[in-house]
């Protein structure tokens, strides 16, 4: 406790050392940005892309789960669009989200466009 109180009170006589340290972490923070290569940005970005798309497939693969649990007989037939509303993102998203989960056999698409059968 005395430690808290200690550091407490060395921020309040030193704010102007706490300031400088948090600008220098945030200029340099900002350098590493602006000094990214494109090919780096690039990567840097796809790879969020992909994070991004693979939680949505996880999403959608947990919602398929929760479905089939509140209603066990059937099949789980969904829209794009039902999922990208569900969901809140668009449906051309849902669709490549779909189709990561499609390579991975968990679900198939359905014989109408659009529609989805998810394997829980």
Known sequence: MNLIQD???FLRTRWWLAAAVSS???IAAVAVRLSE???????R?????KKE??????RIANYAQTVRERFPDGAVVVSEEDL?????????????ALNVLLKEEKV???????YW???A
């Open 7 to 9: 550091t407490v009170e």
């Open 24 to 26: 220098a972490v945030a």
């Open 37 to 43: 290569s494109e090919a780096a940005r690039e990567k």
């Open 45 to 49: 970005m796809r790879e969020a892309k």
């Open 53 to 58: 798309l693979r939680t949505l497939a996880d």
């Open 84 to 96: 990208a509303a569900q969901l809140r993102k668009r449906p051309d998203y849902i669709a490549t």
């Open 108 to 114: 198939q698409r359905a014989p109408l466009v659009g």
């Open 117 to 119: 059968k998810l394997n």
